[in-house]
Structures are given as C-alpha cells and as structure tokens.
C-alpha cells in the first residue's frame, strides 16, 4: 500500500495512485496484450497472433474471428470445460444448431474433423485437431437454477456462477439477448449414451494440457464458457483455468480434407462458399 | 362417455380437438393444468415440437437442459420439459410409446440441402412450419431451438452414431402433456419425405386439449 493510501480521504490522487500502481500485475488468468506466446505451432507467424488469453475458472470470454482463423483451446491444468456458442458475425441470427450437427454428421460425439454447422446449412467451425476426445452435444451448461440446487448458490455476481449466465453476459456483448442463447457444445467434458439413453457424464480430471484446435469457416462471434459441467458428479464447484488463442489463418482450399471427407461436409462447405461468393 | 378410442382414458372437458393435417403447423396456447394429447393418426408420424412460456416466451423448451436434469437422453412418461431456465413447462403424463427424441431436431430447407442435397432445397421443412407459425405472435428465428420429436426413436450407438431404426408408433398411439404453467405449443406436422422417419409419408395428427 502507498503511503498516500494509507489516509485517501486527505489525498484526492490516492485512488489514482492505487490503481495506476496495479497495471502490469501478472496473473494465472488474463488476457495478454498484445498477444503474445511462446508456443504457436510452427509456420504461424507471431504477426497473425490475435488472442491470447487464459480464460479464469468459472469465467468466460467472447470474440470476434475472422474466416480462416484458428482457435486453439489448451485445457491448461486438465478441469476445464469450455462451452461454445457460435454466430454468423454478420448476421447473428445465424447461429450453432446442435441438432443439425449432429444429425447431418450422423453422429453426435465430436472429434478431429468433425464440423459445427449453423442452423442455416453452412459449416461455421470445423475442428481441425483434437487430442481430447471427451466432448458433449448433449447436456449443454448449467443455469443459474442447477448451480442453486448444486452448489446453494447460482447467481451470476456470486461465486459459482453458472454457464447459461455467463453465456448471457457474453452475448449482450455484442447487443444479443436471452432470445439468442441457443444450445451449446461442450468441449473437454464428455458425454457417453447408454443403450438405454443414459447419459454417463466424463469429467476427468484429465491429463494437462489437452487441445482442440477450430478453424472458423465463417466469420464468427464465439462465446465460451468455462464452468462446471452441468452433470459433473463432485460435490464442489470443480473447473480449472481454458487458454484461449487464435491466429489468422488461410480460409479452406477446395482440397481440404475436412472439407472433403463426406458428402454432408462438403455441401456445408459448398453452402457457405456460396455465401462468401458476395 | 366417449366411445371414440382416441379419448380413452382423458378425463374432463374437451377444450380443443382439430386434426392437423399432414405437412402443416399448429400452434395453441395451453393453460397451466390442461391436458394436450397428441394422436398419432396413422403411425409414425414425427411431431416436431416446440415450447414457449406463454408470460415470457424468451422462457422456452430447453432439449439440453431436459436431457441433463434427467440423466438421460429419451423422453418417457413422467419427464419435465424444462426450460432454458430450469422450471417444467409440461410434463409427459403419459404415453403409450415408450419414449420420445430430442435430439435429432427439425428438418430445414437449408439442412435438408446437407443431408440429401440441393434439389431437396425446394421442399417443404419443419423449420418453415415452425416459423411461419411463430411470426404470427413476434417470434421469429432466434425462437427456434433443439425441438422434440414425439413418435421418433434416434438411439446414440456406443461410437456415436445416431441410429436409424424402425419407428416405434403405430396408429392410433398417443403422448398426454400436461401444462405445468401457461404454455405456447408451436408443432410441425413433419413434412419430411426423405427420410423413413414417417415412412416417406406424412400423414395427419390429431391434437385434443382437455381440462
């Protein structure tokens, strides 16, 4: 504490010495400005780098990407969860649409190649690399209700703040309301059917430092939330911190094999060529 | 005393019984404690199904969080249809197939382009019934999320799959909802021809609401 604040009411610029005294203070969880690290992959320039951050546990962020751009998410200590909304940036009406990406795809567990499509039949993310394995189309996130009946407490101001909340917060951001928080995917956190329908929630604790790489097809807002897994099994409120980067990156050639390696993926790649085609 | 079969067991006033026919959408306000039977007329016919709070309709039917409060992904007699924010906005009250999808959600124009291809572009779709229906009170497409098929069977194979199996409703065979709140009901009487889901042929439902 500076001496000046050691008595503010008599120093009208304590509190501007306070708080300009806390500027460059590092911690576990923050964005870095600019961007900067020391282990994008290699041939990505340190000039494309146009985020960095490390999301905190129970928080969340939200960005604007390019097309062509990669998304990388590091589950740093191997507790995160990250839930994802995505919209079209231009027209956020256009958003993720569970159903259809698991439907269009046959499948309903993610993983390398595996495309997010939008409600509008266009591919707005694909993931490109995935060394997880345990994501979740089903469960989506908590809400302020869950976290409540969990945790005793699920406001958005309190301590075990709740994924439908953040996801609001993460929205209005960028003007968007209640109306626009659609169903999400999870990744890091898994999510197994039994025959019978049960679902067998895969928490971990994982093995650090797990990632899953996404390219944005379109321009995309994402939202992401890194909370608790709404079917996690602990008692406590268990979630560790999600790294975030991306970097602007060369928008899918027409010989991708993402792109290529199913005939559903490659009309969702025709639909949203189609609608760059502008 | 009814003798129409499709009645059996409903108890009280009939406030509402029309045939829906095929292809087309319906919408209905439902009060907290009615009863919404939907009939399956001739047999596996997909009811694509939405849920909206009648006092705040940015309150709707949540697949996600229903499917997670309950710890399993079939919707059988007995489970809440929760909203986004947690609270039952119908309940299952009964039913005379064991179970229901929610994942699978409603064919579009646009993702009927992916799954069969573009000369499917053209034809009718879920997602226009919903909307069209919709539009007549304000709500338009940010309203549309994961729905439920009444009638429909999409298990998850043990790699992920979704299954393509034998519909499991047969003519004549009903789902009783019962409106835990004052409820919007937005359904699309499944248009889809490209898919066995309705035996490549819509056919009608019968809706009856009783109190």
Request: glycine residues 8%; negative net charge.
């Given at each position: 504490?500076?001496?000046?604040?050691?008595?503010?009411?008599?120093?009208?610029?304590?509190?501007?010495?306070?708080?300009?005294?806390?500027?460059?203070?590092?911690?576990?969880?923050?964005?870095?400005?600019?961007?900067?690290?020391?282990?994008?992959?290699?041939?990505?320039?340190?000039?494309?780098?146009?985020?960095?951050?490390?999301?905190?546990?129970g928080g969340y962020?939200?960005?604007?990407?390019?097309?062509?751009?990669?998304?990388?998410?590091?589950?740093?200590?191997?507790?995160?969860?990250?839930?994802?909304?995505?919209?079209?940036?231009?027209?956020?009406?256009?958003?993720?649409?569970?159903?259809?990406?698991?439907?269009?795809?046959?499948?309903?567990?993610?993983?390398?190649?595996?495309?997010?499509?939008?409600?509008?039949?266009?591919?707005?993310?694909?993931?490109?690399?995935?060394?997880?394995?345990?994501?979740?189309?089903?469960?989506?996130?908590?809400?302020?209700?869950?976290?409540?009946?969990?945790?005793?407490?699920?406001?958005?101001?309190?301590?075990?703040?709740?994924?439908?909340?953040?996801?609001?917060?993460?929205?209005?951001k960028h003007g968007?309301?209640?109306?626009?928080?659609?169903?999400?995917?999870?990744?890091?956190?898994?999510?197994?059917?039994?025959?019978?329908?049960?679902?067998?929630?895969?928490?971990?604790?994982?093995?650090?430092?797990?990632?899953?790489?996404?390219?944005?097809?379109?321009?995309?807002?994402?939202?992401?939330?890194?909370?608790?897994?709404?079917?996690?099994?602990?008692?406590?409120?268990?979630?560790?911190?999600?790294?975030?980067?991306?970097?602007?990156?060369?928008?899918?050639?027409?010989?991708?094999?993402?792109?290529?390696?199913?005939?559903?993926?490659?009309?969702?790649?025709?639909?949203?060529?189609?609608?760059?085609?502008? | 005393?009814?003798?129409?079969?499709?009645?059996?067991?409903?108890?009280?006033?009939?406030?509402?019984?029309?045939?829906?026919?095929?292809?087309?959408?319906?919408?209905?306000?439902?009060?907290?404690?009615?009863?919404?039977?939907?009939?399956?007329?001739?047999?596996?016919?997909?009811?694509?199904?939405?849920?909206?709070?009648?006092?705040?309709?940015?309150?709707?039917?949540?697949?996600?969080?229903?499917?997670?409060?309950?710890?399993?992904?079939?919707?059988?007699e007995g489970t809440?249809?929760?909203?986004?924010?947690?609270?039952?906005?119908?309940?299952?009250?009964?039913?005379?197939?064991?179970?229901?999808?929610?994942?699978?959600?409603?064919?579009?124009?646009?993702?009927?382009?992916?799954?069969?291809?573009?000369?499917?572009?053209?034809?009718?779709?879920?997602?226009?019934?919903?909307?069209?229906?919709?539009?007549?009170?304000?709500?338009?497409?940010?309203?549309?999320?994961?729905?439920?098929?009444?009638?429909?069977?999409?298990?998850?194979?043990?790699?992920?799959?979704?299954?393509?199996?034998?519909?499991?409703?047969?003519?004549?065979?009903?789902?009783?909802?019962?409106?835990?709140?004052?409820?919007?009901?937005?359904?699309?009487?499944?248009?889809?021809?490209?898919?066995?889901?309705?035996?490549?042929?819509?056919?009608?439902?019968?809706?009856?609401?009783?109190?």
């Amino acid at each position: 504490m500076t001496e000046a604040l050691a008595d503010p009411l008599s120093n009208p610029l304590a509190a501007r010495d306070h708080a300009r005294a806390q500027g460059g203070t590092v911690v576990e969880s923050m964005p870095v400005l600019p961007p900067v690290a020391d282990d994008l992959p290699a041939g990505v320039s340190p000039d494309d780098h146009v985020w960095e951050e490390t999301i905190a546990a129970g928080g969340y962020a939200t960005r604007r990407l390019t097309r062509g751009s990669r998304l990388r998410l590091i589950d740093v200590k191997g507790d995160a969860a990250a839930s994802i909304l995505i919209f079209n940036a231009d027209m956020p009406t256009e958003r993720l649409n569970v159903a259809d990406t698991v439907k269009v795809q046959w499948n309903a567990y993610l993983g390398e190649g595996k495309l997010l499509l939008s409600d509008m039949g266009r591919v707005m993310m694909s993931i490109v690399s995935d060394d997880a394995g345990t994501h979740d189309t089903f469960c989506g996130t908590s809400n302020p209700a869950t976290n409540l009946a969990k945790y005793g407490e699920g406001r958005n101001s309190g301590a075990f703040p709740s994924g439908r909340d953040r996801f609001l917060l993460g929205a209005a951001k960028h003007g968007l309301g209640r109306r626009d928080v659609h169903p999400c995917v999870t990744l890091f956190k898994g999510a197994r059917i039994e025959a019978d329908g049960t679902i067998t929630p895969e928490v971990g604790p994982f093995a650090p430092g797990r990632t899953v790489i996404l390219r944005a097809e379109m321009d995309v807002i994402v939202v992401i939330a890194n909370v608790p897994h709404v079917l996690d099994p602990r008692a406590d409120y268990t979630v560790t911190p999600l790294r975030a980067s991306a970097w602007r990156g060369p928008v899918t050639g027409e010989d991708d094999p993402v792109r290529l390696a199913t005939p559903e993926g490659l009309r969702a790649f025709e639909n949203v060529e189609d609608y760059f085609r502008r | 005393m009814s003798t129409d079969p499709h009645m059996s067991g409903l108890t009280g006033t009939v406030l509402h019984d029309v045939v829906v026919p095929a292809r087309a959408p319906w919408l209905h306000h439902v009060k907290a404690g009615q009863t919404l039977r939907i009939v399956d007329l001739e047999g596996n016919q997909a009811v694509d199904f939405l849920l909206y709070s009648a006092a705040d309709d940015a309150e709707r039917y949540s697949a996600q969080d229903t499917v997670a409060a309950q710890g399993n992904l079939f919707l059988r007699e007995g489970t809440k249809l929760l909203s986004n924010e947690g609270n039952a906005l119908m309940t299952i009250a009964a039913t005379s197939v064991d179970y229901h999808d929610t994942i699978g959600g409603a064919c579009s124009c646009e993702s009927n382009t992916l799954r069969y291809g573009h000369h499917t572009k053209s034809e009718h779709a879920c997602v226009e019934n919903f909307l069209e229906a919709n539009l007549l009170e304000g709500r338009g497409k940010r309203d549309i999320v994961s729905n439920i098929n009444f009638f429909m069977n999409v298990p998850v194979e043990p790699d992920g799959s979704l299954g393509i199996v034998d519909g499991i409703s047969a003519p004549g065979l009903t789902v009783d909802l019962r409106a835990e709140m004052d409820v919007i009901v937005v359904v699309s009487n499944c248009p889809q021809v490209n898919n066995p889901c309705n035996g490549f042929n819509p056919t009608p439902v019968r809706m009856i609401v009783t109190a």
